[in-house]
């Protein structure tokens, strides 16, 4: 890998070169091995990133059904917003329509004339409009670049309406598009509006015994009902999921839970940091991306919770299902087992699906997110070192403090220390780096250039990554699974996930059809079966 590095640098401008060596590290697991990463894209390179906009609405709120998500802007960002993530939910049970607004698009379509004497006048119609029709609990209104260009207060629009309104909570968020570096930036600006505007607002006790709630995971192709159905099996209540199949009652109760887990580390730890600071809950890192990943998650619920019962439960429901799980594995190994794949998406998922790899015999030779920080690469232990750039200084930040009335340490530092030593990541991340194998390449924001020198230079087998990638690795002669839509399939999560994940993998791996193609560029000739058989 280092004369790959070495090529791929040979073709940048020197000071890009330097910037763009930073983010690619040639792992070596003995090594506290810097990843830079969350900083600016070099313009025109070709990322894979979105934008702040798209990680507040988009990621952290999109999937809660009975919101109305009102887009104050242009009206594309809201339409190519539009169903395009595959967060799934029930209907729900609240009201004859269940009050779901998955489906609808909401926007101010704000146009010229808003542009130029402002568009806080539409917005309020907007928010009046969309009360009169659904009467929902509440409407969070989300900026767009020019919102904050121009200097619309979304923040006084929404404090106005919400008294105006009485019974509609609503909330706005300044997630311009530019505001950060990526869609990490969208997820903070989410995490605080939430925490500020309804996480605590009500105090109802659950019923259940074993209270958690599970932070980032987004009900996307299924993931989330399936974990739901393992934690029913084992007798564990979720009263939150931050925010797959969410509803604003779960997040308002969320803090009557006594643990939060945390599936995706990157776009929800500020939640559970702030929780932890004001409630007294403790949180815990998990996967549920893997069969092993999944039973190992499930007995880490049953050590913090120290319940023989519900210890004993769990290890019924792993026992029941892990082999099955485990059979379709060494089945599909057949056709899986030495094979070389290639992850680059957004966060956490460039990290859990290796996992799922691994117990395909299969090795990640190169991963990488888009917008991940160093510590989802190299472990909490680097925050301390991470320097705070103007970038990351624009993003708000909540001065939180114990709860006077409500702050409940759940679990004594004695436990919390116990538990760690056990080897049970209690606030912690260890990161993806220590996960992957020695001479791995890691890449932070993969450029075009370097997707395309990557393939050259590895051959992968399969390459993972989103919808702007896939055609152009196809046609390079290369599957690609798509690990944000899961390309329309899925869940991929927990043991039945698993099944399915092993299934499509060792299906898109048996056809040689990919290495047959050329693409209409390369030269052909007439007996290759060409997609573009009109060239030859
Ligand atoms: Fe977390 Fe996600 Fe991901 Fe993410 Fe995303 Fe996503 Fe993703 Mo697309 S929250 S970081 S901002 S696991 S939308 S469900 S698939 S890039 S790897
Ligand atoms: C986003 C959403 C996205 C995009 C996926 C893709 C998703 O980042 O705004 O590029 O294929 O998962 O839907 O990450």
Redesign the pocket.
Known sequence: PSTLKDEILAKYPPKIARKRAKSMVINDTKLDQEVQSNVRTIPGIITQRGCTYA?CK??VLGPTRDIINLVHGPIGCSFYAWLT?RNQTDPGPEGPDGENFINYCFSTDMQDENIVFGGEKKLKQAIQEAYDIFKPKAIGVFSTCPVGLIGDDVHAVSREMKEKLGDCNVFGFSCEGYKGVS?SAG?HIANNQLFRHVVGNDDTKPEGKFNINLL?E?N?GGDGFEIDRIFKACGIDVICTFSGNSTMGAFEKSHTADLNLVM?H??INYMAEMMETKFGIPWMKVNFIGGDSTAKALRKIGEYFEDEALQAKIEEVIAEELPKVEARAAEARKRTEGKMAMLF??????HHYQELFKELGMETVSAGY??GHRDDYEGRKVLPTIKVDADSRNIEELKIEADPERFNPRASEIKLETLQEKGLEVSDYKGMKSDMSDNSLIVDDITHWETEKLIEFYKPDIFCA?IKEKYVVQKSGIPLKQ??SYDYGGPYAGFEGAVNFYTDIETMLSTTIWKKLKAPWLATSATDPCICAEYV
């Open positions: 990680g988009g990621v993530r869609q997820h980032g987004y996307i995706c990157r776009s998406v957004g966060g956490s998922r460039a888009e917008f989103g690990l944000h």
